[in-house]
Structure formats: C-alpha cells, structure tokens
Nanobody
Framework: QVQLVESGGGLVQTGGSLRLSCAAS????????MGWYRQGPGEQRELVAT???????NYADSVKGRFTISRDNSKNTVYLQMSSLKPEDTAIYYC???????????????WGQGTQVTVSS
C-alpha cells in the first residue's frame, strides 16, 4: 500500500557531506511524523532525527549542529542533510513515516529499505 524509497547514500571522507532523500508513495491520505534512523555494524537501530507534519524537529545529541532534517509535504518526501561527517556516522540509514492510507483512520509506521552511508577516516 505504501512504499518508502531512500536515495543519496554512499562513501564520503571525514568532514564531507551527503544528502539523503526518502519519498513515500502509494494510497496515502496523510503523513504524520517522518524521520531517519540508523544502524551501525553490531549496533541497535537508533533515532537520528524526526520532523512533524508541522515542521517541528528533533535530533539525536550526536548529530545536533551537523545534520538537518526537512520535508516537502507536496512531494511526500523527507530529507537529511549531513555535514561534517565522522567515521562513527557510518551506518545503514532508514527512513520512517507515520502514514494514514485512504482506507483507514489510523496512522501506521512504514520503513524504507535502508541506504548505506560510509565515512572513511
């Protein structure tokens, strides 16, 4: 019913920048909060940043001042601008969105397939 497709991952050197995108498609009535999570090797998935439908943002302490989350509601797309990247930012980055479809009154979380970000030292 709903698909989230991420793009923009890759290999970058320490101090570099990357921009991730995640587009939601399907029978979408509305989208609530959207966010980015990441999972490093041997680690649990952790929150990176979230943004509400109204534009309020929340960041993990480890990325504050370096990462910026934004969204384009007209395109059902969320972005993550990552700057001053560090090797410890290396992880698979997953997009998440709370979506209400036309056939339901409730919002449910959907996940993208993940995109690899590798920061070399």
């Amino acid at each position: 019913q709903v698909q989230l497709v991420e793009s923009g991952g890759g290999l970058v050197q320490t101090g570099g920048s990357l921009r991730l995108s995640c587009a939601a498609s399907g029978i979408i009535f509305s989208i609530g909060a959207m966010g980015w999570y990441r999972q490093g090797p041997g680690e649990q998935r952790e929150l990176v940043a979230t943004v509400t439908s109204g534009g309020s943002t929340n960041y993990a302490d480890s990325v504050k001042g370096r990462f910026t989350i934004s969204r384009d509601n007209s395109k059902n797309t969320v972005y993550l601008q990552m700057s001053s990247l560090k090797p410890e930012d290396t992880a698979i980055y997953y997009c998440n969105a709370d979506v209400r479809v036309y056939s339901d009154y409730n919002e449910y979380p959907y996940w993208g397939q993940g995109t690899q970000v590798t920061v070399s030292s």
